[in-house]
């Protein structure tokens, strides 16, 4: 069996050898303080972020997808992330995937062992149909746990382009990986509790990789979600809301034109700011990818 306890993750942060006998608003204190250290580290990180994010920018404009892979805290976060981003960005739910040890039935019932499993990973990459136009990162909070390690060295003999989140330095899934980032978060506040700083620390970048990868193939526009599903009828007034922000309409003017637009927001929006037809807005988004940047770019110039 290997031995953990030399791993960063499992060292005794110094400060929390008395913390049962402080009162909850000095523990809060010392959480909130140990949770400063969080961006810190990531900030380090950010070139090794932009490089993963560079690479899945690519492969969404190639019809490949995004897949996450953990276990335990580390693929609840993933999965996550990957459920976030269809109501965010109007994106298929197959675009961003997340793949956890143990299945879906992990996200509520803990499998411990599920993570010590080094065949289930491919097994799973492989009903999901993997291809090497397929970004897969996986995500360790100790960088070394076999299921991650496994389903990343099967991503590689696919072709996929591979990165690994972790936060320990010199870690497992960083040498398996084409790139690695590696949060160096410190002990915890709770000996190995890696949901905290560790845990925050990937759902922190999970963000930054999916936002900015979204922003880059024309999500957003001019600060605003504008692949908005109007499924109810808050998303309609957010999406009301957005036309007349962006184009001066007033509230009524803003929802008449999406109305007719059968609340589309970008047709609205390249429509009513270069005075187009619908049809005319909806090709120049179809040449384009579907990228709203791209489109007003191009007709600009």
Do not use: W
Request: proline share 3%.
């Amino acid at each position: 069996m290997d031995d953990i306890s030399k791993l960063m993750t499992e060292q005794v942060n110094d400060i929390s050898v008395d913390i049962e006998t402080q009162s909850i608003g000095q523990i809060l204190h010392y959480m909130n303080d140990e949770n400063r250290t969080v961006t810190d580290a990531i900030e380090r990180c950010i070139p090794s972020i932009e490089k993963v994010t560079a690479v899945v920018v690519q492969a969404f404009e190639k019809g490949g997808r995004l897949i996450y892979l953990g276990a335990g805290t580390s693929g609840r976060l993933g999965v996550l992330d990957a459920s976030e981003c269809p109501p965010t960005f109007g994106v298929s739910p197959n675009l961003v995937v997340g793949v956890i040890a143990g299945g879906d039935y992990d996200l509520r019932h803990a499998i411990e062992g599920a993570e010590d499993d080094e065949t289930i990973a491919q097994e799973q990459l492989k009903e999901l149909g993997l291809v090497k136009e397929d970004v897969v990162v996986g995500i360790s909070a100790s960088g070394r746990t076999p299921y991650v390690v496994a389903g990343l060295s099967y991503a590689k003999e696919v072709g996929c382009y591979t990165g690994a989140i972790s936060n320990s330095p010199n870690a497992v899934i960083s040498n398996v990986a084409d790139i690695g980032i590696e949060a160096i978060t410190g002990p915890e506040v709770v000996t190995g509790s890696t949901r905290m700083k560790a845990g925050t620390a990937q759902k922190l970048i999970l963000n930054m990789i999916t936002t900015a990868a979204m922003i880059r193939v024309g999500k957003i526009f001019k600060g605003y979600m504008v692949d908005v599903q109007p499924t109810n009828q808050k998303l309609k007034q957010r999406a009301t809301n957005i036309l007349s922000k962006i184009t001066g309409f007033s509230q009524e003017e803003a929802r008449v034109h999406l109305e007719k637009n059968d609340f589309d927001l970008k047709v609205a929006i390249i429509s009513q700011i270069h005075h187009i037809s619908s049809n005319e807005a909806r090709k120049m988004l179809r040449e384009n990818q579907m990228n709203i940047v791209k489109a007003m770019t191009n007709k600009e110039a």
